[in-house]
């Protein structure tokens, strides 16, 4: 089977199937009460008074959102907070600079990294703690991917990464709740539109989305299934329409294109390159994580948080 817009996935079959589907949850920014900018408690912007202005702005923003956007095919690293002195600087405390960049731990983890980062992102004071971590930044956002690794696979064999429903029982931002759709077809029906759309109006609204990506048959029968997870942090109108800017695990960078090519491949050769390196390698969305609603239950994720 040729590679391109013919060729099967397996996400084409699921949804041909109604199986991952279902009506698309009505956008969480529409919603009373819906917060899309995290409320930053006392104790954290106390703890940052005195920091850097770089690392505080990372704590607050760890998207880098507030920054805007990066230029298209122009990728820049996603730097994590550090407020303490690392092991080489032992007996220097206080504020000193941005770690190392906000990438996977290993090949298994581009979801789990996804959901740390989407985690911080949602929650000054968990980002705080990373920044805070005596061990480093670098050591702290490794040992939270593999925390929430573990819970989100459970019995999922370890290899194969963070299923889609494992990633959608895990994510949250500030309040906000997840769930999951399988985006089928290079000519999408009108079900995967709407998952795409949905997608992006959150991500407009200021709600971060995990995307899946992968190949298809024409690139070998192991690409046809979801092999990738990035995070679409936001959405911007330009002069040149709406761009989205993405974070993208295995290389801890930022990158921004056109929503329409979230869409599906084609374009011109360097759009398409662009487009690759943004998905992490791979030229499909096949699934997305989308915000649902927010949690009731008075704690921002629903469990303790995690000990970084």
Known sequence: MRAGRDALRLTDLLEAAGLFCGPVPPPVAQRAGARTTPRVPYAVELALRDADPRVRQRVLDPLGRDQGAPRTGRPVPLFLPELTAGPRSAGRPGPRRLAPEARQ????????????VLRLAGDPAAALALARDPRGARHAFAALQRQIHARARRVWPRRLGTPPWGAAREARFGSVRYTHRVVGRHEPSEGSRAVLRAAVVAAAAGVPVPLYTG???????TTAVPRHVVLLTAVRDTSAGPIATLYEPSSGAMHALPVDALRGPGGAPGAQASRGRALGGWPHVVWAVL?????????????EHDTL
């Open 105 to 116: 731990v290993d090949e298994t983890t581009c979801g789990a990294a996804v959901l740390a």
């Open 215 to 221: 190949g298809d048959l024409g690139h070998g029968a």
């Open 291 to 303: 915000p649902r609603e927010e949690d009731r239950s008075g704690s921002a994720w629903g469990h």
